[in-house]
């Protein structure tokens, strides 16, 4: 699975971005789907995640309530919708995918658990 993820920019506080994951090489529904990102400094860090197989999301307590993972399976494509930017949101994003099978719940925190990364996508949130 070639994963490739676009969407990022630069944006006030309080606005919105939509980043997009699209996938080639298989069906993207056939696989869990996260969001990580790294800040500049930090370690890489969960996001949000959606099983193959929903209901099933999953999110960082920092971003719950503001963001939403969704899926486009007819278009093999993942979002991650991002609402009332913060400047503590700034970084480079990730997305990736589980390999086959189906994690439990408390795997889809953990990078380990995915086995497919696209490249990044740079969201800079500052005024």
């Known amino acids: 699975v070639q994963l490739q993820a676009s969407g990022g920019g630069l944006v006030q506080p309080g606005g919105s971005l939509r980043l997009s994951c699209s996938a080639s090489?298989?069906?993207?529904?056939?696989?869990?789907v996260g969001w990580f990102r790294q800040a500049p400094g930090k370690e890489r860090e969960f996001v949000a995640a959606?099983?193959?197989?929903?209901?099933?999301?999953y999110y960082a307590d920092s971003v719950k309530g503001r963001f939403t993972i969704s899926r486009d399976n007819a278009n093999n494509r993942v979002y991650l919708q991002m609402n009332n930017l913060r400047p503590e949101d700034t970084a480079v994003y990730y997305c990736?995918?589980?390999?086959?099978?189906?994690?439990?719940?408390?795997?889809?925190?953990?990078?380990?658990?995915?086995?497919?990364w696209g490249q990044g996508t740079l969201v800079t949130v500052s005024s």
């Open positions: 959606r099983r193959k197989n929903a209901p099933g999301t």
């Open positions: 090489g298989s069906t993207l529904s056939s696989y869990g």
């Open positions: 990736a995918a589980t390999g086959p099978g189906n994690p439990i719940s408390s795997a889809y925190f953990r990078s380990s658990t995915y086995l497919y």
